[in-house]
């Protein structure tokens, strides 16, 4: 266990993910130039109830910790970053914000892939495939489909980053204990949309 520098967000951070973040408040300033001064690494959490911006807010306790590889400091002090999703972790103590949020964070593994996982794996990706051509079809702008990784683990992180999920499910898909479970999930999510989708499509 560690203590992290963490940035508390209203979007979810998933291993494999690009993150883009532009950054103004005096404490996340604070933040970005610590963690360049240190080994780039910051924690990322769900705010589950409250704001970005100002404190106050109710954190979720499972979070991804994040590698910073591109930082733009602007003449104002504000920066513009790109970080990217490393590795999924527990929270198991949220330190006093002095200045920035830190935590105490073990890193969280995944389980092993169940027996099935593999053929789990491209069942969802070809799940995926078929909504994303339906959202095509509505004219919807949409996660452009990259090859996806024949690993079970990595492909359900994949296919968790390019569904058009919402925030609380993709925190649902982060903390499922591993990829069996996340692929099943996955399965029950792309189905969802899928249905709401073609309604409509054919309500035209």
Do not use: N
């Not at 933040?31 to 979720?60: P, Y």
């Not at 996340?182 to 899928?194: P, T, V, W, Y």
């Amino acid at each position: 266990m560690a203590t992290s520098p963490m940035f508390p967000l209203g979007s979810v951070l998933l291993p494999g993910m690009v993150l883009p973040l532009h950054v103004f408040e005096p404490r996340y300033r604070a933040l970005v130039r610590d963690c360049l001064a240190a080994d780039r690494e910051f924690g990322v959490t769900l705010i589950e109830r409250g704001s970005e911006v100002g404190g106050g807010d109710i954190r979720a306790m499972a979070g991804t910790m994040a590698e910073i590889v591109r930082a733009e400091e602007l003449d104002d002090g504000r920066w513009h970053l790109v970080a990217v999703g490393l590795r999924r972790v527990r929270v198991r103590e949220w330190a006093p914000d002095a200045p920035y949020p830190k935590a105490v964070v073990e890193d969280w593994p995944d389980a092993p892939a169940g027996e099935g996982a593999e053929e789990a794996a491209r069942s969802r990706t070809a799940d995926l495939r078929r909504l994303l051509a339906v959202a095509a079809e509505l004219g919807m702008e949409a996660q452009p489909l990259v090859d996806i990784s024949g690993d079970p683990t990595e492909a359900s992180y994949q296919i968790s980053i390019l569904g058009p999920f919402g925030a609380l499910d993709r925190q649902r898909l982060l903390t499922a204990p591993g990829p069996s479970e996340r692929l099943a999930l996955l399965g029950d999510l792309l189905e969802e949309q899928e249905v709401l989708l073609r309604a409509r499509l054919s309500d035209g």
